[in-house]
């Protein structure tokens, strides 16, 4: 059909790159906030703040391949809510220092897991 256009179910590539960026400087930031300033008073909470900062850099480079997986949205979806629920609640719990914020962490880390095997599909 002349003039009709059809909707896309599928993002654009940039997108991704966009929240990659995005997640990239973040990461970093966060990475180096946690080596050369975060001072907590129980010092395991500086291992929390790596794990957080592990995890984030590694999956924030993945986001760059989620346009040329079978399912873009699903993985670059997974990753991203990996990123938050896990990095981030790891975050928040090291740097307030109170493991009760902790529950959304195992989430992340499944939402990580399901982004990986989508690429079994």
Known sequence: MVGVRRHSSVM??????KV??????????????GAHVFK?????YK?????????????TPALLAAPITKH???FGGLLTTGILAFSGTCYVVAY???R???TLAPFGGFAFIGAWATLLF
Do not use: C, F, M
């Open 20 to 33: 990659a960026a995005i997640s990239g400087v973040a990461a970093l930031g966060l990475g180096t906030y």
């Open 40 to 44: 907590p008073k129980n010092p395991a």
């Open 72 to 74: 873009p949205t699903i």
């Open 47 to 59: 291992d929390v703040w790596q794990t957080a900062s592990l995890y984030h850099l590694v999956h």
């Open 96 to 98: 307030l220092e109170d």
């Open 12 to 17: 654009n590539p940039a997108v991704w790159h």
């Open 100 to 102: 009760k914020y902790s």
